[in-house]
C-alpha cells in the first residue's frame, strides 16, 4: 500500500483544523498532493492554477475529505493576476497560516514579461515575492512561508542583468537561477520577518527530482514524456515524496525553528556559497521591487544586517 504524504513526513497525527493554507501550483504534481494532505488533516484550502477543471477536481478532493477548499484561477506572467489573488484571499478568508509558493517550471522558450524580465524569473521567484508580500500583513500568528526550491541552484550566481534579456537563452540556466532566487528570497523574508517582530517564519525546501509532477512539461520534443516515464523506476522521488518535503517544512513541530533554512530529505541542508550570500539576498529583495514598481517590503532593516535570523542549527552537507 502507498504511504500518503503525511506518513511520509512523520505528521500524519497533526490537527490542522482551523488551518487556512494557500497552495500554489496545486493542480498537478506535488502541489496537488500537498493540498490534499492538508485537507485529509483538516485543513482549509485555497488551491491554485489556471486549468479550472483541474482545480475544481481537486477542490472536490479535498472537500471530501470534510475541508473547506476553493479554487482561484492566477496566471504568475501577469502582475494583476497575482494581486487579484492576494485580494481574492484577503476578501474570501480571515487570514492565511500555510503560504505554499509552489508553483513553478522550466520553460524552453526565451521570453520577456510585461516586467521586460526573462520569463522564468518571473514566473518562479518574481510572482511568489508579489504574492507574499502582498499577503505578508494577512498572515496569521506563527504562519509558515513555504517556497519551493530545488538543489538544480548549485553552480549558479544572482545575475538579475542577465534576466533583463532572452539573448542565448538557456532554459536550464533560467531555472537554475530562479531556484537559486527561490531560497535568496526566503533568508532574506525571514530575516526582515525576526527584525520586523513578526512571530511568521520562512522555509525553503528541495521536493528531490520528480518526474511525475508535471514542471518539465515544457521541454522540446520527447523530453516530457521520457522524463515521465523515469517515475516507474526504483529509486525515483515520487509525487508523494515531494509533498511530504512539503508537508514536513509547513507542519511538522521539528521544524518550527528552522526560519530562513533549506531543508532537502526532511533534513536541514547546507546551500551553495551563493545561496549564503546575504548582500545577494538583500540585492535580490530590492531590485524585485523595483522591477514591480512597488515599495519594498518590510524596508526597516539596519544597513548593518550581516547575520541571518533563528537558532544555530547543524546542518548537513
Known sequence: M???PEQLAGVADVDCTGMQALVTGSTSGIGRATAIALGRLGADVIVHGRD???????????TAYGADAQFIAADFADVEAVRELAATVRSTTDGIDLLYNNAGGVFRDGQLTSCDV???FHINHLAPYLLTTELLDYLNTDARVVTTASAAHQGASLDIDRTRSVDNHSAFWAYNHSKLANILFTTELAQRLD???HTA??????PGAIPGSGFTRFLPGPLPRIVQSLEV??????????????????????TTDYSGKYLAGQQLKEPSSDARDDAAARRLWQESANILDITEPLNNLPDNKKTRPGVDINVTE
Open 2 to 4: 502507498t504511504s500518503t
Open 52 to 62: 479550472a477543471s483541474a482545480g475544481a477536481d481537486v477542490v472536490d478532493t479535498v
Open 118 to 120: 526573462e520569463y522564468t
Open 195 to 197: 527584525i520586523s517582530d
Open 201 to 206: 517564519t520562512a522555509v525553503c525546501v528541495h
Open 233 to 254: 523506476l526504483p529509486g525515483v522521488t515520487s509525487v508523494n515524496d515531494g509533498a511530504a518535503e512539503l508537508l514536513f517544512a509547513g507542519i511538522s513541530s521539528q
